[in-house]
């Protein structure tokens, strides 16, 4: 794996300095977590992505799930039409600031398995998402 670099950046940026900031694509779809799985797998297929940033009553992002994910949770015996999104993310998820070398980044994110991270201000909103290409 690899990590994608969605926006063009400067030339002169040097890579052993690179951050998350110069690799992170656009947040894309973001939804709230009292979504279901259900409607949730409706608006990734809408937004043709694989992944949704889930936010908080206060905007706030919480955590990333997938597409591969949520189909799991839905084949899964103990799935019914009422699970939210909140049931299935548990606590908040990793996030990575835009300042976040590039290195720790793809190092936390194999550590952890995880095709693609949140990009996070200061505050908790979503910047981006930093994704891992196959």
């Known amino acids: 794996m690899t990590l994608v670099q969605m926006q063009p950046r400067?030339?002169?940026?040097?890579?052993?300095?690179?951050?998350?900031?110069?690799?992170?694509e656009a947040a894309g779809p973001q939804v709230y977590d009292d979504m279901t799985v259900e409607v949730a797998l409706a608006v990734m297929a809408g937004?043709?992505?694989?992944?949704?940033l889930v936010c908080d009553e206060d905007g706030l992002c919480t955590g990333?799930?997938?597409?591969?994910?949520?189909?799991?949770?839905?084949?899964s015996a103990a799935y019914t039409d009422r699970v939210r999104l909140r049931d299935v993310l548990g606590d908040r998820g990793p996030v990575a600031s835009p300042a976040t070398?590039?290195?720790e980044a793809e190092h936390a994110m194999r550590y952890r398995r995880l095709d693609a991270l949140p990009v996070v201000d200061d505050q908790g909103s979503a910047l981006g998402v930093l994704a891992l290409a196959r």
């Open 10 to 24: 400067s030339a002169n940026t040097n890579p052993v300095h690179r951050t998350v900031d110069d690799a992170m």
């Open 47 to 52: 937004a043709r992505a694989g992944h949704l």
């Open 64 to 75: 990333l799930v997938t597409q591969g994910r949520l189909a799991a949770i839905r084949d």
């Open 101 to 103: 070398t590039m290195a």
